[in-house]
């Protein structure tokens, strides 16, 4: 089955650090650039990294640029995102998701089911 | 930083309804524009990828089409199953940022 499953979410301390992973299965993981996008809760969805298929490339908004980390694993099909002094407004669901391609155009076309992050004392 | 808005924020329809929501970028995206539909405790998911293209999959009473930086997202007959929450999302430069989504529900 295609699929991606986070792992990693728990409750931590404002100033504390974390690790999410994302295992994939059911695909040919070294061919997508992945991303992690988050959502707190009730509001919108928020993109917070990309990394190339080769891991050359990174991207990261302002809102954790310096804070965050996004690698992978080819060996593992896994996809981690290490986060570090962490704030409350970083509370949130977070989504590991797979870029798919057409031409130039890509979209993000296969989501995992999220794992929750809670930043608080 | 390429800045997205949608409207409406929500509305309200009926089944059978013909729906548009409208998302603007603060500057040129070309056709870089993909709309996702997120329904409650779901993870968001893929209906049009490319301003206007379907995904597979997709029933084709979803549209959407691109005016400059403004694009629509239209449902021809509003079914039960599409009452959720609609984000337009741009894949033309870093940040890809979402629009703030359209909620739409049940009149």
């Known amino acids: 089955e295609v699929q991606l499953v986070e792992s990693g979410g728990v409750v931590v301390q404002p100033g504390g650090s974390l690790r999410l992973s994302c295992a994939a299965s059911?695909?040919?993981?070294?061919?997508?650039?992945m991303h992690w996008v988050r959502q707190a809760p009730g509001k919108g969805l928020e993109w917070v990294s990309v990394?190339?298929?080769?891991?050359?490339?990174?991207y990261y908004p302002d809102s954790v640029e310096g804070r965050f980390t996004i690698s992978r694993d080819k060996s593992r099909n896994s996809l981690y995102l290490v986060m570090n002094s962490l704030r409350s407004e970083d509370t949130a669901l977070y989504y590991c998701?797979?870029?798919?391609?057409?031409?130039?155009?890509?979209?993000?076309?296969?989501w995992g089911q999220g794992t929750l992050v809670t930043v608080s004392s | 930083d390429i800045q997205m808005t949608q409207s409406p924020s929500s509305l309200s329809a009926s089944v059978g309804d013909r729906v548009t929501i409208t998302c603007r970028a603060s500057?040129?995206?070309?056709?870089?524009l993909n709309w996702y539909q997120q329904k409650p405790g779901k993870a968001p998911k893929l209906l049009i990828y490319a301003a206007s293209t379907l995904q597979s999959g997709v029933p084709p009473r979803f549209s959407g089409t691109r005016s400059g930086t403004d694009f629509t997202l239209t449902i021809s007959s509003l079914q039960p199953e599409d009452f959720a929450t609609y984000y337009c999302?741009?894949?033309?430069?870093?940040?890809?940022?979402f629009g703030p989504g359209t909620k739409v529900d049940l009149k």
């Open positions: 500057q040129t995206i070309s056709s870089y």
């Open positions: 990394i190339s298929t080769d891991a050359g490339t990174t």
């Open positions: 059911g695909f040919s993981f070294d061919d997508y650039t």
């Open positions: 999302q741009q894949s033309y430069s870093s940040p890809f940022i």
């Open positions: 998701v797979r870029q798919n391609e057409l031409g130039t155009s890509w979209y993000f076309d296969l």
